[in-house]
């Protein structure tokens, strides 16, 4: 029935009922990932990198998982798969003690099946003439659902006593029945009517062989942009799972502030995000992007360069950063690809595959980067590793879009299709 009303409404509360699925699944979804950061263990940072070791090996899957995704039950799927995250959670709050030691290996299972969420979510978004409004909104909520995540895990601990390794599972236990309500939303939506594929190019499952010969038209382009995510993906990681820790070595401990800070980021970035569909060529949207990251990078650096000057204080240039470092990251995690595959009209395929070959890459990016911070500088507290590294990412990720953008403006034509390689 509402699948239906779905198909004859108009473009207006089809939008805003797909904006409302898709944010609130996402948004949920943070609050058995995230949580936990808001607390201090003594092996956090083995915590967190076994998290995301997890969330990377999802997302090498879901290179081939997503790309060849299809079926009516796959939002049902999300709650499945989140059902197992939340079940890990409850055992890494009554873990014994004897195992406490092991208990990096319940947050590694955790990450496992969370990596392919924002690609099942996006498979119902993607190739729409309102992709860029649709995801801004699913942008949105990650961005502030990690803020409201942890200032909840936070006030579990300090307002209602509850313990750090049980605050994740009660976290979840709070969110769980608004993401069964907005999974079920989500399984109403209807695949993309014909203006959305004339407009996009139909999105089809992809074969390996498909997958092989659309990375081989673009290799050099696509080296360099996975090679820029790996750096954006780790900064933005550092910056969302050691807040706790950059807030307090910055001397502020109040658990709003994750919330405050982030309100901000994503209504910007969600604002910014949402006006791009009004760019109809394809590639002209495609070669935005590339200036719209540059603009985020470059705001990294001067509002860094202001803090570090004593112009501006640290909320400000954590919102700030924050702005920047997400205009970065989510024109890859959901825009730049669909409008490339908008473009690329020679093969058929989606966007799921390269979102995910740069995720899972951006992840690999982010362990390393994380494992030689605790290999190689281990004194070094979170705020100066990550003040350094807002002035090396800025830096090094402008001039590799430099080099990207030249690249593919040489593989574009002016009637939006990109040449095929021979």
Request: overall charge positive; proline content about 4%.
């Amino acid at each position: 029935m509402i699948k239906d009303w779905l198909k004859r409404t108009g473009e207006l509360q089809f939008t805003i009922y797909a904006l409302t699925a898709a944010f609130g699944v996402y948004f949920c979804m943070y609050a058995y990932r995230k949580p936990f950061t808001a607390a201090t263990f003594d092996n956090k940072e083995l915590l967190v990198i076994a998290q995301v070791i997890g969330y990377l090996i999802s997302k090498f899957y879901g290179i081939k998982f997503i790309s060849e995704l299809s079926g009516q039950k796959r939002a049902y799927l999300v709650a499945y798969l989140i059902g197992f995250a939340h079940l890990m959670l409850l055992a890494f709050a009554y873990l014994p003690d004897a195992l406490r030691s092991y208990d990096f290996v319940l947050l590694f299972l955790n990450g496992l099946p969370l990596g392919v969420i924002w690609g099942i979510v996006f498979s119902y978004l993607e190739g729409r003439k309102f992709t860029e409004v649709l995801a801004a909104g699913l942008t949105v909520s990650f961005i502030i659902s990690s803020g409201f995540v942890k200032s909840v895990g936070k006030a579990l601990m300090t307002d209602y006593g509850i313990g750090a390794y049980t605050m994740p599972f009660a976290s979840g236990v709070i969110f769980l029945p608004f993401l069964l309500l907005f999974v079920w939303m989500l399984a109403q939506i209807p695949p993309p009517n014909p203006e959305d594929i004339a407009l996009r190019a139909k999105r089809t499952p992809m074969t390996a062989a498909s997958r092989k010969q659309f990375f081989h038209v673009f290799a050099p382009g696509l080296l360099l942009l996975i090679v820029s995510y790996m750096l954006f993906t780790a900064y933005r990681d550092i910056r969302e799972t050691f807040a706790n820790e950059i807030w307090t070595e910055l001397g502020i401990s109040d658990p709003a502030i994750f919330t405050r800070t982030e309100l901000p980021v994503g209504i910007v970035i969600g604002v910014v995000m949402a006006v791009c569909f009004r760019i109809k060529d394809n590639v002209k949207a495609f070669k935005f992007y590339h200036w719209l990251v540059m603009v985020g990078l470059g705001l990294i650096l001067s509002a860094t360069l202001a803090f570090s000057a004593g112009v501006i204080n640290s909320t400000a240039w954590m919102v700030l950063i924050g702005i920047g470092a997400y205009m970065a990251y989510v024109t890859f995690a959901s825009v730049m690809f669909d409008r490339l595959m908008g473009a690329y009209r020679e093969s058929r395929g989606n966007a799921g595959f390269m979102i995910y070959v740069v995720d899972a890459a951006g992840y690999l990016g982010s362990v390393l980067i994380m494992g030689y911070k605790l290999g190689a500088q281990p004194n070094l507290n979170w705020y100066e590793f990550f003040l350094t590294g807002s002035y090396l990412v800025s830096t090094i990720g402008i001039a590799m879009m430099c080099i990207s953008l030249l690249y593919f403006s040489g593989k574009l034509n002016p009637k939006a299709k990109l040449a095929a390689a021979a």
